[in-house]
């Protein structure tokens, strides 16, 4: 069975620039979470979507936001990119209020 | 809101000895502490949970401990091997209804030198 995956792997935008990031959970999985993983910040929790909607969000400005498909994948987006943006953007889903399981993530740079 | 602290944020051992990382969390509703191994370029893969219903748990070489009294847990690896080097992350959640949203440590990162 497929694991989480995402894409792309990395991507390269310049400051004030759009990012798209997207990720397909694992069969069944309805629920999909994203994550900001700095350099020595461990796991920022960014959003949660579960059946389509937005179920909660962490303490991210409104420039990030996503959405979830009929078919439970999932895009985040980020407006106005900043320096500090730069960061593994992790993805993970679940199936109702159970174990989360990873995807590889996408690197985003910010330049 | 939940706070996890995680110790120590850098853990060097020889192969075959023990290693041991500890977390501590703050909200007593919490009953589910997942660990997370993160190996260079990937993303974390579960290794080994427990439920607050549980004193301890062992997979393998892999162990995890609970204290719900004193609210810490913690993860425990013997005769590690090189392939045991990694970022180790821990956390804490309501597992079950709610928002499900874990909070995690800052990660330890594990080297186990040949």
């Known amino acids: 069975e497929a694991g989480v995956t995402q894409s792309p792997t990395h991507l390269i935008k310049t400051r004030g620039q759009q990012a798209t990031l997207r990720c397909s959970p694992i069969?069944?999985?309805?629920?999909v979470y994203w994550y900001q993983q700095a350099l020595g910040l461990g796991l920022q929790f960014l959003l949660w979507?579960?059946?389509?909607?937005?179920?909660n969000r962490g303490n991210f400005p409104p420039r990030f936001s996503g959405r979830q498909f009929p078919n439970y994948s999932s895009e985040l987006n980020v407006n106005a990119l900043e320096l500090e943006d730069s960061a593994l953007y992790l993805c993970?889903?679940?199936?109702?209020?159970?174990?989360?399981?990873f995807g590889p993530g996408t690197r985003l740079l910010v330049l | 809101g939940e706070n996890v602290e995680q110790h120590p944020s850098t853990l060097s051992v020889q192969e075959g000895d023990s290693a041991v990382i500890k977390c501590t969390y703050s909200?007593?509703?919490?009953?589910?502490f997942p660990w997370y191994k993160q190996e260079l370029g990937k993303g974390p893969q579960l290794i080994i949970d427990i439920r607050s219903n549980v004193g301890e748990k062992k997979d393998q070489r892999i162990a995890v401990t609970l204290n719900k009294t004193a609210k810490h847990f913690s993860l425990h690896i013997t005769e590690t091997q090189p392939e045991d080097s990694a970022v180790y992350f821990c956390?804490?959640?309501?597992?079950?209804?709610?928002?499900?949203?874990?909070?995690f440590g800052r990660g330890t990162s594990l080297i186990v030198h040949p």
């Open positions: 069969s069944g999985h309805t629920s």
């Open positions: 979507y579960d059946e389509g909607e937005e179920r």
């Open positions: 909200d007593s509703a919490s009953n589910y």
């Open positions: 956390a804490a959640s309501i597992g079950s209804g709610g928002s499900y949203i874990p909070t």
């Open positions: 993970a889903s679940s199936l109702a209020s159970s174990t989360q399981y």
